[in-house]
């Protein structure tokens, strides 16, 4: 699915809401989106469905670009984005993360489920720190994540 971005405004900020695939073809979307930045924004990545090698250097290069003149916070970043931010420092570059989705699956009944973290609540502020059981939404047993915890929250040593 092609990547596709739309723009609202809050108050003194820039919500980017991203959704599709960041792969070869996403150059084309984020080579023209600095230029259409404030100086604070949001970059909301929830509906992003995967990240490939090529879309990582076309992020990479727009990230660069739009840390320049904009205070950047990443929010909602799946699992495939979090993963990306785990083996390549540079995918973030120096934005803040403020929400990740973790997925979990149970056990017992085979049941997934993304679990949202965010900052002030449940986000871990460090590796290593334990968190809350997530209970399945069917069974109510209590589920697994599908990566190991200190592994998938890596990324907070560096930030």
Known sequence: MQLTHRIEKAEDWDIVRFSGDIDEEAEIVLSSLP??????????????????????????????????????????????????????PNFKGDAHVRSVYASYVCDSCDTQKLELFEEGKNLPKEVGEELAEVNC?????VMEMEELEDEFFGWLEAS
Do not use: H, Y
């Open 35 to 88: 230029s259409q930045l404030s100086g604070q924004c949001i970059f909301d990545l929830k509906d992003i469905q995967s990240v490939n090698s090529c879309g990582v250097r076309a992020w990479i290069n727009f990230m660069r670009a739009a840390e320049k003149n904009s205070k950047l916070i990443f929010e909602g970043c799946t699992p495939e984005i979090v993963s990306q931010i785990n083996m390549i």
């Open 137 to 141: 939404p069917s069974c109510n047993e």
